[in-house]
């Protein structure tokens, strides 16, 4: 492992120790996203934490995932479905909000305001 990596991987490590992580609909839907969670799911287990996903989210994801206009895009949306509920039943994800939130954006600035 070079300096860089190590110096990310101890970051990471921090970041999921002592904060919250919240993800929003484009990381989910991101090409790179395999890559996240293969390096973040070992930390979540570590350190009993989990990835807080607001419920807007799902609402965007399940919307997307029955695109007749972007075929990719409902393809990457109906996997980030999947993985999302295998994190779930392996309690590495949660679900913040309820069905009355069409958008994630709200949840977020309401949070980090």
């Known amino acids: 492992m070079t300096d860089i990596e ?3 991987q101890g970051r990471l490590n921090y ?3 002592k904060t919250k992580i ?3 609909t484009s990381s989910l839907l991101s090409y ?3 890559t996240f969670w293969e390096h973040i799911c070992p930390l979540l287990h570590e350190y009993n934490q989990k990835i807080i996903v607001p419920y807007g989210v799902i609402v965007e994801l399940e919307k997307h995932k029955n695109s007749t206009k972007d075929s990719d895009l409902a393809k990457r949306a109906k996997l980030a479905l999947e993985d999302l509920a295998q994190l779930r039943k392996d309690r ?3 679900i913040y909000g309820d ?3 069409n958008f994630a954006d709200h ?3 309401n949070v980090f305001k």
């Open 92 to 94: 590495m994800v949660e």
């Open 22 to 24: 919240f993800i929003d």
């Open 107 to 109: 949840v977020f600035l």
């Open 32 to 34: 790179g996203i395999d």
């Open 6 to 8: 190590e110096n990310a």
């Open 15 to 17: 970041f999921v120790e």
């Open 99 to 101: 069905k009355n939130e």
